[in-house]
């Protein structure tokens, strides 16, 4: 059974960083594709960014130019480095692994995040 763990969401002001780790308890090698999500009170899960073994990355248009998603395969993490937040970026964010060989997601806890204007 792969288990994620997120970590490193919290309280932040308006322009400010904060990096989100997402740690695998397998080797991230077996997934096609890693990603983040977030939902915020009241809204969708939405796509925030994705990355690919071959290491191509996806982005949500609010949030190119501000947030950086990157793998280590060693450490067998996904990381999300967001900066310049927003107070629209406050949600619950989730990383997300899919295993093409069964056509299955895995799904973290979820990390809040919270961004005060």
């Known amino acids: 059974q792969v288990q994620l763990v997120e970590s490193g969401g919290g309280l932040v002001q308006a322009g400010g960083s904060l990096r989100l780790s997402c740690a695998a308890s397998t080797s991230i090698s077996s997934f096609s594709r890693m990603g983040w999500y977030r939902q915020a009170p009241g809204k969708q899960r939405e796509l925030v960014a994705t990355?690919?073994?071959?290491?191509?990355?996806t982005y949500a248009n609010s949030v190119k130019g501000r947030f950086t998603i990157s793998r280590d395969s060693a450490k067998n993490t996904v990381d999300l480095q967001m900066n310049n937040l927003k107070p629209e970026d406050t949600a619950v964010y989730y990383c997300n692994f899919y295993l093409m060989i069964s056509k299955r997601n895995y799904w973290g806890q979820g990390t809040q995040v919270t961004v005060a204007s």
């Open positions: 990355i690919t073994t071959g290491g191509s990355t």
